[in-house]
Each structure stands twice: as C-alpha cells, then as structure tokens.
C-alpha cells in the first residue's frame, strides 16, 4: 500500500488537534452560556453549528443567536470565540515533526477539516508553532468546510478537494477520526486511516517515508 501513497491529506480536529468538549462546555457556562451543554458534542455539531461549519451562518449572526438564546445581550464575539477556542488542545510536536518529515521526503500534504471561522485563526497562528514554523510548512493546502461552503461526509467536500488540487484519491492517504468521513473517502477510492481519540499515529507516517526510500 504505502509504496503508492503520493498525497496525505489530514482532519485537524481530532486528529492533528486534541479536543477537550468539556473545557468548552465550561468556557461557554462562564460566558452566561450554558445551553452550549446541549449544542457541543465531540462526536458531531448541533444543526446549528454545522450551519457555521459550513459557511450558512457567519460568526457575528451565531453569536446574536447565543444572546436570544441565553437572554443575555452582554455576550461578545470575543468572548465566544475565546469559548470555541477552549475546545482545542495542542498539535502534539511530534505529529508536527512527523508531518514534516513527510513533507522532506516528497510527499504533498493537505488539511480537510470541518471549521469555523472562530477557531481557524487560533489554528493558524498559534498551533503550528512550536517548532518555529507557519502552518503552510506543514499543510501544503487547507480545504476548510466554512469557506468552501460543504462539510465532511458529503462526497462533494471531497470531490472539491480533487479537483483544486489535481491529487490521485488512489494515491493519497486520508486520516480522519470519524467512521462517515471515512466511509465517504473510501467510496471515493482513497486509501484511509482511522484515527483514535489522540492517538500517536506518527509511525504510520515514518513507515510512508521508509517506503519511499526503499521504493
């Protein structure tokens, strides 16, 4: 299998990022929000927040929401995303230093994430860093749900990402932590990997290098 492999194309929360659902759930019950309980699961978003995952909704027109919803019209943007933003964990350094070395070795690397536009920048700016780096020298191209307009697990999220960047389904890997995004890259012919909850699938990524290097 791996001696095919030409693309790696990875989720980032979940996989690259640890997520913490209930510091975010608290983070919300601190801002005067406490229906987040309901709204937040790890395992999917609410219909609303898919709406802001998949660019329906702006930032702004969920936040007004959030103060009809908990009658408190002090909440701020500022404070929701700073909410969002307690959901995420670290990228582990040594995933960043695994996908890095893919990168040396030849390997186009790719992001195809389900996002919203509160948690990206954070994402961008500050969870690549550890090493000195910016994100694009890790991930080559990010297809972000919230601006493209889809969301994982429709094909049509996928079969963008296919044509923007010309990647061989058949050849790239995708790694992702839920069975639907999975059963979806599958149907379209690529090869894939289930991730665990914060799982050190790092030895995956050396054996794709010592592959290339033997091939």
Same mark, same amino acid.
């Given at each position: 299998?791996?001696?095919?492999?030409?693309?790696?194309?990875?989720?980032?929360?979940?996989?690259?990022?640890?997520?913490?659902?209930?510091?975010?759930?608290?983070?919300?019950?601190?801002?005067?929000?406490?229906?987040? *309980?309901?709204?937040?699961?790890?395992?999917?978003?609410?219909?609303?927040?898919?709406?802001? *995952?998949?660019?329906?909704?702006?930032?702004?027109?969920?936040?007004?929401?959030?103060?009809?919803?908990?009658?408190?019209?002090?909440?701020?943007?500022?404070?929701?995303?700073?909410?969002y933003i307690a959901f995420l964990g670290t990228i582990p350094v040594v995933k960043l230093r695994a996908i890095r070395a893919l990168r040396e070795a030849g390997f186009k690397v790719c992001g195809l994430s389900n996002i919203n536009e509160f948690v990206m920048p954070y994402v961008r700016e500050r969870l690549f860093t550890a090493d000195g780096l910016?994100?694009?020298?890790?991930?080559?191209?990010?297809?972000?749900?919230?601006?493209? $307009?889809?969301?994982?697990?429709?094909?049509?999220?996928?079969?963008?990402?296919?044509? *923007?960047?010309?990647?061989?389904?058949?050849?790239?890997?995708?790694?992702?932590?839920?069975?639907?995004?999975?059963?979806?890259?599958?149907?379209?012919?690529?090869?894939?990997?289930?991730? $665990?909850?914060?799982?050190?699938?790092?030895?995956?990524?050396?054996?794709?290098?010592?592959?290339?290097?033997?091939?």
């Amino acid at each position: 299998m791996f001696e095919t492999i030409e693309t790696v194309v990875f989720d980032f929360g979940g996989v690259l990022i640890d997520l913490y659902r209930e510091k975010c759930v608290e983070a919300f019950r601190a801002i005067g929000y406490p229906q987040a *309980e309901e709204m937040i699961s790890l395992y999917g978003p609410s219909d609303i927040l898919q709406k802001l *995952e998949a660019g329906e909704i702006t930032g702004e027109e969920l936040v007004e929401l959030i103060r009809e919803d908990s009658g408190n019209r002090e909440i701020t943007y500022e404070q929701v995303q700073g909410a969002y933003i307690a959901f995420l964990g670290t990228i582990p350094v040594v995933k960043l230093r695994a996908i890095r070395a893919l990168r040396e070795a030849g390997f186009k690397v790719c992001g195809l994430s389900n996002i919203n536009e509160f948690v990206m920048p954070y994402v961008r700016e500050r969870l690549f860093t550890a090493d000195g780096l910016s994100m694009e020298e890790y991930i080559e191209e990010a297809y972000l749900s919230y601006e493209m $307009g889809l969301l994982k697990p429709d094909a049509a999220i996928f079969e963008r990402m296919i044509q *923007e960047s010309g990647l061989n389904p058949e050849r790239t890997l995708f790694i992702d932590d839920s069975e639907k995004n999975i059963q979806t890259a599958r149907s379209l012919g690529f090869q894939v990997y289930h991730a $665990g909850p914060e799982e050190d699938f790092t030895p995956l990524l050396y054996d794709l290098i010592e592959s290339r290097r033997k091939g």
